[in-house]
């Protein structure tokens, strides 16, 4: 039986996205030692693959006072920041 962890792992992996340009964080590395259980992932990418990100899922960005994000169901891409 799969875990919370491993549900939404499987969902992420669907995405596609390129290993280099995102870093899964927040309590996604404690679900993934299984030290808490998690109920959303939470994953930074690049600017350049959250612009493209944009265009594949439009009208999903949502915004609040620290952070632009795109919504899939229970997984957050949230947009690097940049200095």
């Given at each position: ?13 669907k ?41 594949k ?27």
């Amino acid at each position: 039986m799969k875990n919370k962890f491993q549900e939404l792992l499987a969902e992420f992996k669907k995405l596609k996205l390129p290993d280099e340009e995102y870093v899964i964080y927040g309590s996604g590395p404690l679900g993934v030692r299984g030290i808490r259980e998690i109920h959303d992932l939470d994953v930074v990418v690049i600017d350049k693959l959250y612009q493209e990100l944009l265009l594949k899922y439009p009208g999903k960005e949502k915004k609040d006072e620290k952070k632009r994000f795109i919504k899939l169901g229970k997984i957050e891409l949230i947009q690097q920041a940049v200095h």
